[in-house]
């Protein structure tokens, strides 16, 4: 940040210089001739009479000084610089606020340490800053990597994380190259051995710094007898009629030549000089060495200093060497505020969760506490648990809430009055977390006479085995003597009679008068944030199936979302009536988007009320809203785990989401197994999989076409094929994840899974987590 801020000073340095100095490097222009060199020569001694003047240095530009180098008092590596008017020969006053720019230059090149350790902590400094712009870049690699609005704009409307999400990610790509520049230039200055093989690269190796130093340290040179420059100036004009500029290096010994730098009116850069040697007595021209006939390497060379100034592209370039100069104290302010608001969210509870830590209220029975136990797949059936738990501890009835996932037959049986809410998955199967529990269950032999119990079972009947998990669990409850408390309540899609039922039930729990009980499987409105429909993809155009399409929305990150999140989102003009549809994400974070692979659904009514609404009659632009649900049954994995992804259809979509997190993370054990109709058609995603390919995150690949002419079959029949493998996978600690359609490839999957693993290792697979689905 410091080296950025003095940075965006030095941009520009000698224009500053010139407007707080008026009339000191630049006078009024007059009608009379410039002076010759000789004469600012002589000027220059008879205002410095006891000093040696070294170099002279004029430009072509009419009202511009004579700039007089004098030597270096004994001790010191640089000597005074004097200002003489170019028509007169006249002292002009010495330049104000040099000494704060010398010393801000000295802040950037070595933050005021000894110069050479200076050098080298900036050196290291050059590399961190690569460092973090190359790593910048990998993290913001967007998919559509030749989509120049992806690379270079964003939303300004966003907030919060997303806008500084945006504005340090963009910008920072914005001023990329430019980073690249100072950072190559200042480790080739900071570094003499880097600088020397770049040097040699270039062919412009110079000699040590001290070669060929007789003189003792700190002495001042002899003076020199004054030297004639009258003829050597008249042989440079002939010689170089076209000059800009002309640096004239006067020599210690008269007998020695004079060296000239210069720069052509023509010249691409201030740093492209010429250079010319003279016979001081003569006039004779010994050597003329023109920038156009250097070798490349040094016309190379001589480009660093003004791309890092920005200088060689003129005002323009020192306008954007200020601004990225600028940008590097916003990233550390950004990239700050990014780190903080991390934390914060990180700190954030979960409201049900929060609320039902509440203190119990004083005279609560602790001695006989009510199980309120639930299966939950994304979440729902946790939600209701834990509200049914705070209504009842609120009227001092002590509780214990617990997942079926980590709870056992003989810890069941230690309750008097257990209550259960229980989600189906798939059709009519436990959540993947209470499948142990459901096998445990069934194959208990003790005797639960003892114990009450009701159940609470959500379902959706637009499956076969509507509440299929609810009734098994009631049924084998009350087979192995468990009296019902209630009659098993069925909840079809968050039914809010239902609830309502389930509500007299827990009053049943309490004593003395008791409210009514409120209970709600939908998710508050303050839930839900507006986003904006951003784009709209079609992604198998042909295809026999129904369309598939890459749907984007653009709204507030926040805390963003773990792989495998699901979205609810409601389908246009909401009401009552309608309820939200949900989605698996196709996307990270890091992609600063939510993406969503619809398919879309007709029917005899037309089409389906939200894929229709998403597909196709939203207007871009349009709000949408939207509610992100964690899915902790189909969370991502460690990283240095194999993974394997299978699924069909729009089933790619939360496969999507793992893979893209596993290839920002960097790792590179995946397999997909993926499967749609035809190879021309419906080779979904089909350019991203083949970069992770080639990139190495997909060691493993296999894509399936049913009705391809050539090959065809389906993904569970592959996985067969490929049966010694996918043990070798599971054998190395795979996590198997498998998302698309219920019908056809879930069940086939698992019924394949099964006879290459075992059902037993597939249980057991599931219980620890390593077999996870989101199928629908």
Not at 239 to 257: D, G, K, V, Y
Not at 413 to 421: E, I, P, S, T
Not at 729 to 737: F, L, P, R, S
Request: aromatic share 10%; glycine share 10%; with cysteine.
């Amino acid at each position: 940040m410091v080296i950025g801020l003095t940075g965006a000073i030095l941009a520009f340095r000698e224009q500053i210089l010139d407007a707080l100095n008026p009339g000191v490097r630049n006078v009024a222009v007059q009608s009379a001739p410039v002076l010759t060199p000789q004469q600012f020569m002589l000027a220059a001694q008879q205002v410095k009479p006891h000093e040696r003047v070294t170099s002279i240095i004029l430009y072509d530009t009419p009202g511009s000084s004579a700039r007089i180098g004098l030597a270096p008092a004994p001790g010191e590596r640089k000597g005074e610089t004097i200002y003489l008017n170019p028509y007169t020969g006249a002292l002009l006053p010495e330049l104000a606020y040099e000494g704060f720019f010398e010393w801000t230059e000295q802040l950037h090149r070595f933050l005021l340490l000894p110069r050479d350790p200076g050098k080298m902590v900036a050196g290291v400094l050059a590399f961190c800053l690569m460092g973090l712009a190359l790593t910048g870049i990998y993290l913001r690699w967007p998919r559509r990597v030749w989509d120049w609005r992806t690379w270079l704009t964003f939303d300004v409307r966003m907030k919060g994380r997303s806008f500084l999400w945006g504005l340090h990610s963009v910008v920072g790509t914005w001023v990329m190259v430019v980073f690249m520049v100072f950072t190559l230039s200042g480790v080739y200055w900071a570094f003499d051995p880097i600088r020397d093989m770049a040097d040699g690269w270039m062919g412009t190796l110079r000699p040590p710094r001290d070669a060929g130093a007789t003189k003792p340290k700190g002495a001042k040179p002899p003076k020199a007898e004054p030297a004639d420059l009258t003829q050597s100036w008249a042989t440079f004009q002939q010689t170089a009629p076209n000059w800009q500029m002309a640096f004239l290096r006067l020599p210690e010994r008269a007998s020695a030549p004079l060296q000239i730098l210069w720069v052509a009116k023509d010249a691409p850069h201030v740093r492209a000089r010429s250079s010319m040697s003279i016979n001081l007595q003569s006039g004779a021209l010994l050597k003329n060495e023109l920038y156009a006939d250097k070798p490349l390497g040094a016309r190379f060379q001589s480009t660093i200093y003004p791309l890092h100034l920005g200088t060689y592209f003129g005002v323009v370039g020192q306008l954007i060497v200020f601004i990225a100069a600028l940008a590097l104290p916003g990233f550390g302010i950004t990239g700050w505020m990014l780190y903080l608001n991390r934390r914060k969210q990180k700190r954030i509870a979960r409201a049900e969760r929060a609320q039902f830590a509440a203190s119990v209220p004083a005279g609560a029975a602790h001695d006989d506490p009510v199980l309120m136990a639930y299966a939950s797949q994304t979440g729902q059936a946790e939600r209701l648990a834990l509200q049914s738990a705070a209504a009842l501890q609120k009227a001092g009835v002590a509780v214990h809430v617990q997942s079926l996932e980590k709870l056992t037959p003989p810890q069941l049986g230690q309750y008097r009055r257990a209550l259960f809410v229980a989600s189906s998955f798939g059709e009519g199967e436990p959540p993947d977390s209470a499948r142990r529990f459901s096998r445990l269950l069934h194959a208990a032999k003790a005797e639960l006479q003892h114990m009450q119990y009701a159940v609470l079972a959500l379902g959706d009947r637009n499956y076969v085995q509507f509440c299929g998990f609810g009734r098994t669990l009631d049924q084998r409850l009350a087979f192995m003597g468990a009296q019902p408390l209630h009659p098993i309540i069925e909840v079809d899609n968050g039914d809010a009679g239902a609830l309502t039922r389930w509500g007299h039930a827990l009053r049943g729990l309490m004593e003395g008068e008791t409210a009514d009980i409120t209970l709600s499987a939908a998710a508050d409105d303050s839930d839900y944030a507006s986003w904006r429909l951003d784009g709209r993809t079609l992604l198998n155009p042909g295809s026999v199936g129904f369309p598939l399409y890459e749907v984007t929305l653009g709204g507030e990150i926040g805390a963003g979302w773990r792989p495998g999140a699901l979205v609810d989102i409601w389908p246009g003009h909401y009401g009552p009536d309608v309820a939200p549809r949900r989605y698996s994400l196709a996307s990270v974070p890091a992609d600063g988007s939510l993406q969503l692979i619809v398919r879309q659904v007709r029917n005899e009514e037309g089409l389906g009320l939200a894929s229709g609404w998403l597909t196709d009659q939203a207007a871009l632009g349009d709000e949408v809203r939207v509610r992100l649900i964690a899915n902790p049954s189909f969370d991502a994995c460690a990283a240095e785990a194999p993974a394997l992804y299978i699924g069909n259809g729009s089933g790619i979509a939360g496969l999507r989401s793992h893979l893209r997190a596993r290839v920002l993370d960097g790792a590179r054990r995946n397999w997909l197994v993926f499967g749609e109709r035809q190879r021309e058609h419906d080779a979904i995603c089909a350019q991203e999989i083949e970069g992770w390919r080639a990139q190495g995150f997909l060691p493993e690949l296999d894509l399936v076409y049913s009705r391809d002419v050539t090959g065809g079959g389906y993904v569970q029949d592959c996985l067969r094929d490929r049966a010694d493998t996918v043990r070798a996978w599971v054998n190395d600690g795979a996590i198997i994840y498998v998302c698309g359609s219920l019908q056809g490839m879930a069940g086939g999957v698992d019924d394949a899974l099964a006879d290459i693993l075992g059902r037993a290792q597939l249980e057991q697979l599931a219980e620890e987590g390593r077999y996870r689905r989101d199928v629908y």
